[in-house]
């Protein structure tokens, strides 16, 4: 625990540092109509994961030893999305390294041995899941307090996980991936936060917690486990299909998520929208935790049962949250 409280120390030195600097050469969020906040926020304050990362390496090198590929596609996926965040690259170049990345963890998780028609099938269709959710989970970055609080609860679950119910990773690396997400928060959770993650945030934690969540999946064979994307998988997901069928281009910004409605419309408070959507995923992560230890039988229809649940839920409030901002719109004219 000293070299995890140096970890710590450090994280937060190193975050000031980058502050320090993107304010001086202004790499900053400016607001726009499709932007929550209304004033200019400093972006990228995500990086801190790559000096965690490599903190793992120097202070844990017997275990890191053992993670060369993720530690690798973590690494080229943080790099990429930081100089998108800085020049804005083009959708193809990001998509590309993206898909080397999860090759490099495919291939560290041995999806490649004995191919067969079976294995192909499912090896396309993680890559079909992985980029989709990774893209989900940056598009579930507008607001502040959300990625830190997401990311939180499912790192510490991921931790609880794997010290008491099935061992499928390194507890350090976890403890790291922790630490970084608390010293963002720092920094985010607020009213009006100091830094915004970035895309280097919110894409590198993102594939951190696909990777965890496969790895997770071939240790337990439960589908349970996906619940920890739950919250996300609802409000992201949902809204593609809801553009998709507005035929809209699902890949330009956009203000049609439940927590932008509430933000932007509704103007409620950012904290609070993110502390709910906190509280909802960590009763699903509670209800993961459960299930892994008790074992239930045909856990993939509670985990279809559940989802169908929240997916009725889900719309009954949206649909009341349109109304509501359809009559809000009305009483304005």
């Given at each position: 625990?000293?070299?995890?409280a140096?970890?710590?120390i450090?994280?937060?030195?190193?975050?000031?540092?980058?502050?320090?600097?993107?304010?001086?050469?202004?790499i900053k969020?400016?607001?726009?109509?499709?932007?929550?906040?209304?004033?200019p926020?400093?972006?990228?304050?995500?990086?801190?994961?790559?000096?965690?990362i490599l903190?793992f390496?120097?202070?844990?090198p017997?275990?890191?030893?053992?993670?060369?590929?993720?530690?690798a596609?973590?690494?080229?996926?943080?790099?990429?999305?930081?100089?998108?965040d800085?020049?804005s690259?083009?959708?193809?170049?990001r998509?590309?390294?993206?898909?080397?990345?999860?090759?490099?963890?495919f291939?560290?998780?041995?999806?490649f041995?004995?191919?067969?028609?079976?294995?192909?099938c499912?090896?396309?269709?993680?890559?079909?899941?992985?980029l989709?959710?990774l893209?989900?989970y940056?598009?579930?970055?507008?607001?502040n307090?959300?990625?830190?609080l997401?990311?939180?609860?499912?790192f510490?679950?991921?931790l609880?996980?794997?010290?008491?119910?099935?061992?499928?990773?390194?507890?350090?690396?976890?403890?790291i991936?922790?630490?970084?997400?608390?010293?963002?928060?720092?920094?985010n959770?607020?009213?009006?936060p100091?830094?915004?993650?970035?895309?280097?945030?919110?894409?590198?934690?993102?594939?951190?917690?696909i990777y965890?969540?496969?790895?997770?999946?071939?240790?337990?064979?439960?589908?349970?486990?996906f619940?920890?994307?739950?919250?996300?998988?609802l409000?992201?997901?949902?809204?593609?299909?809801e553009?998709?069928i507005?035929?809209?281009?699902?890949?330009?910004?956009?203000?049609?998520?439940?927590?932008?409605?509430?933000?932007?419309?509704?103007?409620m408070?950012?904290l609070?929208?993110?502390?709910g959507?906190?509280?909802?995923?960590?009763?699903l992560?509670?209800?993961?935790?459960?299930?892994?230890?008790?074992?239930p039988?045909?856990?993939?229809f509670?985990?279809?049962?559940?989802m169908?649940?929240m997916?009725?839920?889900?719309?009954?409030?949206?649909?009341?949250?349109?109304?509501?901002?359809?009559?809000t719109?009305?009483?304005?004219?």
């Amino acid at each position: 625990m000293v070299k995890i409280a140096f970890i710590v120390i450090f994280l937060f030195f190193a975050e000031y540092i980058y502050l320090r600097i993107a304010r001086f050469y202004k790499i900053k969020d400016d607001p726009n109509h499709r932007s929550a906040h209304s004033s200019p926020t400093l972006r990228g304050g995500g990086i801190i994961f790559i000096p965690a990362i490599l903190l793992f390496i120097i202070f844990f090198p017997n275990e890191s030893s053992n993670y060369h590929y993720i530690i690798a596609s973590i690494l080229l996926v943080a790099i990429i999305s930081f100089i998108d965040d800085l020049v804005s690259l083009s959708t193809s170049k990001r998509m590309i390294i993206h898909f080397i990345a999860f090759t490099l963890i495919f291939y560290d998780l041995h999806f490649f041995n004995n191919l067969s028609l079976l294995t192909i099938c499912f090896i396309t269709l993680c890559y079909l899941f992985s980029l989709g959710f990774l893209n989900i989970y940056n598009f579930m970055d507008g607001i502040n307090g959300m990625t830190f609080l997401n990311a939180l609860v499912t790192f510490s679950t991921f931790l609880i996980i794997n010290r008491y119910v099935i061992e499928f990773t390194d507890s350090n690396l976890l403890l790291i991936l922790i630490s970084s997400t608390l010293v963002f928060g720092f920094y985010n959770f607020r009213l009006k936060p100091k830094c915004f993650a970035g895309d280097v945030g919110s894409i590198t934690i993102g594939f951190a917690i696909i990777y965890l969540i496969i790895k997770l999946f071939l240790e337990s064979n439960s589908f349970i486990i996906f619940l920890m994307l739950g919250v996300y998988l609802l409000d992201g997901g949902w809204t593609i299909i809801e553009r998709v069928i507005r035929k809209e281009n699902v890949l330009k910004a956009h203000r049609r998520h439940m927590y932008q409605l509430f933000a932007n419309d509704l103007k409620m408070n950012h904290l609070k929208i993110s502390t709910g959507y906190f509280m909802v995923q960590t009763c699903l992560n509670i209800l993961v935790v459960y299930s892994i230890i008790s074992n239930p039988f045909n856990d993939f229809f509670i985990l279809l049962s559940i989802m169908s649940l929240m997916t009725i839920v889900y719309f009954l409030v949206k649909i009341k949250v349109y109304k509501k901002i359809g009559s809000t719109e009305h009483n304005e004219k």
